[in-house]
C-alpha cells in the first residue's frame, strides 16, 4: 500500500512531441505528489508538485494531471526538446513530517 | 560554494575497508538526509536528521553508521560493505523534516569489490 508504481521505465520520444510518464498510488492518505527530474551525473531537483485539491497544474511546458479516483498521476511534457532528456521520478507523501514514497523512475531520451 | 556539496563524487573501496562520506549544506536547511540510488529502483530513504537529531533509520545495517555534528554537515560513515551495497548515495536538505522540497547534491558513486 506505501509504493507508488511508475511507468514506463524508459520512453523515447521525437523533438517536439508529447512526452507522457504515469504513476499510480494505493494509499488513499497520500496528499503531495511532486516530480523531480534528474540529469546524469547530478542529483534529482524538483520539477513541478501538485497536491490532491486541483485536477491540474502547468508550468511552462510541464503538466501535472491528477485522477483522485484512479489513484493516478502523470506528468506531461509538451514540445518536448532534446534538453529534456533526464530520468524523472514520481514521488508521493502523506504530508508534513511523512517521507515521500518514490517510484523507481522514467528515463526518457527526447531525439533531436 | 551553493547548494548541497557532496565528496567525494567517487569512492571504491574493498570489503575491509572504512571510509567515510561527507556532505555539506549551504541553504540554512534544519533537515539533512541520506538516500541511497540504485539503477531502476526507488530511491531508498537511509537516514534523517532534523536539528541535528536523527529521527528516521530506515532499516539500515549497521555497517552504514551516520553522523551529524551541526546542521550544515553530515557523514555517512562505511565499514565492512557488501559488495551489493554499490550505489549512488545522495545527500539531501529541506527547511525543516517532510516540509516540501529536496535539495539534493550531486551523489557520492560507492564502488564495493
Known amino acids: 500500500q506505501q509504493q507508488v508504481k511508475q511507468s514506463p521505465q524508459s520512453l523515447i520520444v521525437q523533438k517536439g512531441g508529447i512526452s507522457i510518464i504515469n504513476c499510480a498510488y494505493e494509499n488513499t492518505a497520500f496528499d503531495y505528489f511532486p516530480w523531480y527530474q534528474q540529469f546524469p551525473g547530478k542529483g534529482p531537483a524538483l520539477l513541478i508538485a501538485i497536491r490532491p485539491d486541483v485536477s491540474e497544474k502547468k508550468e511552462g511546458r510541464f503538466t501535472i494531471s491528477f485522477n483522485k479516483s484512479a489513484k493516478q498521476f502523470s506528468l506531461h511534457i509538451m514540445d518536448s526538446q532534446p534538453g529534456d532528456s533526464a530520468t524523472y521520478f514520481c514521488a508521493a507523501s502523506p504530508g508534513s513530517n511523512y517521507q515521500l514514497i518514490w517510484g523507481a523512475g522514467t528515463k526518457l531520451i527526447i531525439k533531436p | 560554494e551553493t547548494g548541497v556539496t557532496q565528496t567525494p563524487r567517487h569512492l571504491v573501496m574493498g570489503m575491509t575497508n572504512k571510509k567515510s562520506l561527507k556532505c555539506e549544506q549551504h541553504?540554512?536547511?534544519?533537515?539533512m538526509y541520506w538516500y541511497k540510488q540504485s539503477a531502476k529502483k526507488p530511491l531508498e530513504l537511509m537516514f534523517v536528521y532534523n536539528f541535528k537529531e536523527q529521527t528516521e533509520n530506515n532499516s539500515v545495517p549497521s555497517r552504514f553508521s551516520p553522523e551529524c555534528p551541526n546542521s550544515s554537515h553530515l557523514f555517512l560513515h562505511l565499514h565492512t560493505l557488501q559488495p551489493e551495497d554499490s550505489a549512488l548515495y545522495l545527500c539531501a536538505s529541506s527547511q525543516d523534516w517532510g516540509a516540501g522540497e529536496l535539495f539534493f547534491g550531486e551523489g557520492s558513486r560507492l564502488t564495493v569489490l
Open positions: 541553504l540554512g536547511h534544519n533537515a
